[in-house]
């Protein structure tokens, strides 16, 4: 549900504020480990799908380790599972990210022709990807406009006040409605960053906070 807050929030001032606190934090973001050269979307889909219940300074790493060895879906499916584990470990759930990695390289080969599709619903359709990660290679990868949420953008846009949606896809459907377009690729950027970094789940760090001005701190019983 849209928060009647919302409707006169200032969201260019907003992420103008955010974006200069974001850049003075020192966590960088996954997407700016991988590179931008032949298969871009093709790292973007695996790394995100890596980066699952994974600190970003190990799945960077173990994305480099895979894609030295696969650069392309069909280095990817010619690894054994086993030998797609040892290279990802140790990730969250790696036996079950490497299963479904070789997989994915299996369609993209058949029935994509090597390439990774820019449509939600056929990312979707891919073992592993869910909404979070199909926005995600939608936005970074090929540039389309759509919000990706995650924990992160799903807690702090029901914190500040802008929403009130109990799952991260109600969340999704919420900020469609009142984010300016222009700035659908960028939120989860930045929220993410100051998540991690000042709006922590438990016991914010409030204090320390540079939007304060912003945020109705809605289910803040404790902070620092």
């Known amino acids: 549900m849209v928060i009647q807050y919302a409707k006169k929030f200032d969201f ?11 850049n003075s934090y020192h966590n960088i973001p996954l997407m700016k480990f991988i590179k931008k050269e032949d298969q871009y979307p093709y790292r973007v889909l695996i790394g995100t799908i890596l980066s699952a219940r994974t600190k970003d300074e190990v799945t960077a790493k173990a994305s480099e380790r895979l894609f030295t060895k696969a650069p392309n879906p069909l280095k990817l499916s010619q690894l054994s599972e086993e030998e797609i584990i040892k290279l990802i470990y140790p990730v969250g759930f790696y036996r079950r990210k490497a299963k479904n ?9 058949v029935k994509y022709d090597n390439k990774v599709p820019d ?57 469609k409605q009142i984010l300016p377009k222009k700035y659908w690729i960028t939120f989860n950027t930045y929220l993410v960053g100051h998540g991690q970094t000042i709006c922590k789940p438990i016991s914010p760090l409030c204090s320390q906070c540079k939007i304060t001005q912003f945020c109705c701190r809605i289910g803040v019983n404790r902070s620092r």
């Open 12 to 22: 260019e001032r907003f992420m103008n504020e955010l974006k200069m606190v974001f």
């Open 119 to 175: 449509k939600i619903n056929e990312l979707l359709q891919l073992p592993g990807v869910g909404r979070k990660t199909a926005n995600l290679v939608l936005g970074v990868a090929f540039k389309i406009d759509a919000i990706t949420v995650d924990t992160h953008v799903h807690r702090i846009s029901n914190r500040i006040g802008i929403v009130k949606t109990k799952i991260p896809q109600e969340t999704e459907q919420d900020l």
């Open 101 to 109: 990695i070789k997989a994915i390289a299996s369609i993209l080969l």
